[in-house]
């Protein structure tokens, strides 16, 4: 197992909780500058997120950051990524998105005091959907991943993979170095706009139960239980979009054994 590879999905997957947990507290905390600032800011700071993170670790791992993804390029048998390394990219990613979440708390622990709204501070770690309905937010949760893991299969040539060894790029780099990567972020913005309504568009296991491990651990004041009972929902619908997509880019033959 390739510890470079392990370290960039822990880190990566910390600074892209930071920055996408960090705009959702910007805006719905108490007091910060980014106060009311709305779902466009919150959708924008999201592909953002998404993008710098991608950005800056794809070379070392791959930049899966998210296990859905993970599991997709294994199932697809993308590049030289094996079953084998699965589960230590999925610990990595657990480890580095609670990083994060504690990192968003403590960056924004006094405006988190000064907020009365319990649900207001659970949704700075986790997802939840608008309309308690778990047959539907599974079905979203599994389309918006598929959204998400199809078109980066498309966006990329298999031929012209990055030969990263035992790692396999799961980013469009379109010869343009960093810049290559803007798609995947544009693509995270995209779903959040027209398909983020419903349930938060977790579409990353991740990204939702290492923070909500975080909410539920941390001394957070005046906080609410942490919606297990939904918790399971982020989970398994991304799980199932990625399984879907990884098949479907097979059918297209744009994944190559």
Same mark, same amino acid.
């Given at each position: 197992m390739d510890i470079k590879a392990l370290a960039a999905e822990f880190v990566g997957t910390a600074i892209?909780?930071?920055?996408?947990?960090?705009?959702? +507290?910007?805006?719905?905390?108490?007091?910060?500058?980014?106060?009311?600032?709305?779902?466009?800011?919150?959708?924008?700071?999201? *592909? $953002? +997120?998404?993008?710098?993170?991608?950005? %800056?670790? =794809?070379?070392?791992? *791959?930049a899966h950051l998210n296990p859905a993804v993970t599991i997709a390029i294994a199932l697809a048998h993308r590049g030289n990524f094996t079953w084998?390394?699965? !589960?230590?990219? #999925? #610990?990595?990613?657990? /480890?580095?998105? $609670? /990083? *994060?979440? +504690?990192?968003?708390?403590?960056? @924004?622990? !006094? @405006?988190?005091?000064? &907020?009365?709204? =319990?649900?207001?501070? /659970?949704? %700075?770690? %986790? &997802? +939840? !959907?608008? #309309?308690?309905? $778990?047959?539907? =937010?599974?079905? %979203?949760?599994?389309?918006?991943?598929?959204? /998400? #893991?199809m078109p980066i299969f498309l966006m990329v040539d298999p031929s012209l993979s990055l030969d990263l060894g035992a790692k396999s790029a799961q980013v469009p780099q379109l010869g343009l170095g960093a810049i290559g990567s803007l798609p995947t972020g544009l693509l995270v913005f995209a779903i959040g706009l027209s398909l983020g309504g419903t349930t938060g568009y977790a579409i990353n296991p991740a990204r939702d139960l290492g923070p909500r491990i975080m909410h539920a651990l941390l001394p957070i004041r005046g906080k609410r239980d942490s919606d297990w009972g939904y918790a399971w929902v982020p989970v398994v619908g991304p799980i199932i979009g990625a399984v879907l997509a990884a098949l479907a880019a097979q059918a297209f033959n744009t994944v190559h054994p």
């Open positions: 892209l909780i930071l920055l996408g947990n960090g705009v959702v +507290a910007n805006v719905v905390l108490k007091q910060t500058k980014g106060n009311g600032g709305g779902p466009i800011v919150i959708t924008f700071g999201w *592909g $953002m +997120a998404v993008f710098v993170g991608v950005f %800056c670790f =794809a070379k070392f791992s *791959g084998a390394m699965v !589960p230590g990219y #999925i #610990i990595a990613q657990m /480890l580095g998105a $609670m /990083l *994060g979440a +504690a990192t968003v708390y403590l960056f @924004y622990k !006094p @405006y988190f005091n000064v &907020t009365d709204d =319990a649900d207001s501070k /659970l949704g %700075c770690f %986790c &997802t +939840a !959907p608008g #309309i308690r309905d $778990m047959g539907n =937010a599974l079905f %979203c949760e599994v389309v918006g991943t598929f959204v /998400l #893991i």
